[in-house]
């Protein structure tokens, strides 16, 4: 047997999770967003998703869809705790977790067998301790592949479970209909039907020179590889000697800067605890954005001095975000990295050094060194949002 993962996501999570503080929203259309007009629907839950509304509509909308939704604002910090607390009976399963964004991972299966039984056995175990546990459902896919698993875990929710089995991934791609295949929008259906192109079939029929000619280089090569099952997205964020970074892959396109904001300071946590650890220091932010149509712009910059701490990163990629940022375009993948790192050895003691500085140094390098050890524990930073 290859690789075996599971791609684990949370049902209507942030609208799952008001039903679950308040019993009395259960069976109720629950819509949690923002506030003003101009603001998106975050989640919706699956009673209210009968009327039509869905995650990134305007709240505007969802409320002629649905006038007696109960609408309700974003709780981040209570999704963020329930959140950890699934991710936590992930790690009963394997060592290998990789968190996708809040409400998703994938769990690297492969070689489990003798401890937990087949896959299958053990998605169905995991299901259950998680609801046992949270009172949350997940739905699961399992693949060899982290694309289809993650496409196949959306497959039959809510509370859902598909399995594919080894080499009959593109036979899967082939039988679903254009928008079950994950990472082709709306927008990207348009262009597609707009070339003839209004099934998967169509689109496997075209080469990779030919898709590649219509559609350019980026969008060419993820269609020819999505309709095959094959990974197209870099799941795999490994850290590369002279950079650390890392990404997270949203469910749905976000454009609401509040809850932007609260992704990106959690990757400036990872990244910079990481390089603590790492006792690496850089000058240079990257910001990695992929709209909502499928185009990925990269933006850095180097500093006089060096990147302090994790507000000082988050400050800096902030400001190099919103410089490039298309609101109306959808975020659908940000990144923040440090690059031409170097070791603290190599650091020159300047004048501007200062007892706040080197202790808020001191404290996140042993945030970092604890979380490592101890994978459970959580502690927080002050300024963390």
Not at 14 to 31: H, M, R, T, W, Y
Not at 103 to 121: K, M, N, Y
Not at 332 to 347: M, P
Not at 358 to 372: D, F, N, P, R
């Amino acid at each position: 047997m290859g690789k075996v993962f599971l791609h684990v996501d949370l049902d209507a999570f942030f609208a799952s999770v008001e039903q679950l503080d308040n019993p009395a929203l259960k069976g109720k259309p629950v819509i949690v967003g923002g506030s003003d007009r101009r603001s998106v629907v975050s989640t919706a839950s699956y009673e209210a998703r009968k009327f039509g509304v869905h995650s990134a509509m305007p709240i505007f909308t969802a409320k002629k869809l649905c006038p007696n939704g109960i609408f309700l604002p974003v709780r981040m910090a209570r999704y963020h705790e329930k959140s950890d607390e699934v991710m936590q009976i992930f790690e009963n399963y394997s060592p290998d977790i990789q968190k996708l964004s809040i409400d998703e991972a994938f769990i690297d299966l492969t070689g489990t067998e003798r401890l937990f039984g087949t896959p299958s056995e053990t998605a169905k175990r995991l299901k259950a301790e998680v609801l046992a546990k949270t009172g949350l459902t997940v739905s699961v896919g399992i693949a060899s592949t982290k694309y289809v698993a993650k496409i196949a875990s959306g497959m039959n929710k809510p509370d859902g479970f598909l399995s594919i089995e080894e080499g009959k991934e593109e036979e899967f791609m082939l039988s679903l209909p254009l928008e079950k295949v994950w990472g082709i929008g709306e927008k990207t259906r348009e262009k597609l039907k707009s070339k003839g192109l209004s099934t998967v079939h169509a689109i496997h029929s075209l080469s990779v020179e030919n898709l590649m000619s219509i559609f350019g280089e980026s969008l060419g090569t993820f269609l020819y590889n999505a309709v095959r099952g094959k990974e197209y997205e870099n799941f795999n964020k490994e850290t590369k000697s002279h950079s650390i970074s890392s990404e997270t892959t949203f469910g749905f396109d976000l454009r609401n800067q509040a809850e932007i904001e609260v992704e990106m300071k959690k990757l400036c946590k990872t990244v910079m605890l990481r390089s603590r650890n790492e006792s690496k220091l850089s000058n240079t932010v990257c910001v990695k954005i992929r709209f909502g149509d499928f185009s990925t712009i990269t933006v850095r910059q180097t500093y006089k001095s060096e990147i302090e701490s994790i507000q000082d990163l988050f400050e800096k990629s902030n400001a190099l975000f919103k410089s490039k940022f298309q609101a109306q375009k959808g975020l659908r993948l940000l990144g923040i990295g440090l690059q031409n790192l170097y070791d603290e050895t190599e650091r020159e003691t300047t004048l501007f050094d200062t007892e706040e500085t080197t202790a808020e140094t001191k404290i996140e390098k042993a945030i970092g060194l604890l979380e490592k050890k101890f994978p459970n524990i959580k502690i927080g930073i002050a300024s963390e949002i």
